[in-house]
């Protein structure tokens, strides 16, 4: 599998404050908190003014949970990697991630383990509401 990377990302304003609107609206209408879009590369693209986590928690290390993820997840014959949850003592990380020609993946974290299926149903009708905007997003220096 390639490993892309990119040196530089543009985003117009207006995409960018369309995914910044989604964000808040997913948030509001949820527990979720902290949501944010990254790239599969580790560039943190857009969050909700509750993602005011270390940087490098939104960045570094879900792309390196993706990269592993998708190792195993083709390694064991499960086909593409969909998304990670992480369950820790006081709450749940989850990270959508998106298709092959998706570049991005959909990061937040929720308290409540038991409306889990309600939060999956609704992060991903907003990543696939988002996804046109993401495809605006100029990647360039991209190494294939």
Do not use: W
Not at 13 to 29: P, Q
Not at 47 to 71: F, N, Q, R
Not at 83 to 98: D, F, S
């Amino acid at each position: 599998m390639e490993r892309i990377e990119a040196t530089e990302i543009e985003i117009n304003k207006d995409v960018l404050a369309e995914l910044m609107k989604f964000l808040e609206n997913l948030e509001s209408s949820t527990d979720l908190e902290g949501t944010a879009i990254v790239s599969k590369t580790g560039l943190r693209i857009a969050s909700s003014e509750t993602a005011d986590i270390v940087a490098d928690i939104y960045s570094a290390s879900p792309a390196t949970l993706i990269s592993l993820g998708e190792k195993i997840s083709s390694g064991l014959g499960q086909g593409d990697l969909k998304e990670i949850v992480i369950r820790g003592v006081k709450g749940y990380t989850i990270i959508l991630v998106g298709d092959a020609d998706n570049n991005f993946m959909l990061f937040t974290n929720c308290k409540k383990g038991y409306k889990l299926g309600y939060y999956f149903h609704k992060i991903r009708k907003a990543f696939k509401e988002m996804e046109p905007f993401l495809k605006k997003i100029e990647q360039k220096g991209m190494k294939g």
